[in-house]
């Protein structure tokens, strides 16, 4: 699995997919389905969100060192001549 999370923290993602599979689907599934549910959405779906994540912390960075350099440049003296 991609992404590491504590076992208390995977027992709810997992009862909120048997909660989505009764409510939504009328559907009940065990635990051992949700936690395989769970683990398909990880490998398969999970790497785009982690890199949606990723980019969207890249722009803030950016974003922040052009920022940066824009008050860098405002701190400069002229020269004299």
């Known amino acids: 699995m991609f992404i590491k999370m ?9 009862d909120e997919i048997q909660r989505f ?13 949700a936690e395989a549910f ?3 959405c990880f490998e398969h779906i999970g790497p785009s ?3 949606a994540g990723v ?3 890249m722009k803030i960075i950016q974003e ?3 920022q940066a350099d824009d008050d860098l ?5 002229p020269l004299s001549r």
Do not use: M, S, T
């Open 6 to 14: 504590p076992k208390d923290q995977k027992n709810v993602l997992i």
């Open 21 to 33: 599979f009764y409510e939504e689907r009328d559907e009940e599934i065990g635990k051992i389905a």
């Open 38 to 40: 769970l683990d398909f």
């Open 49 to 51: 969100f982690y890199n």
């Open 55 to 57: 980019q969207d912390a």
């Open 64 to 66: 922040r060192n052009q």
């Open 73 to 77: 440049h405002a701190l400069k003296r």
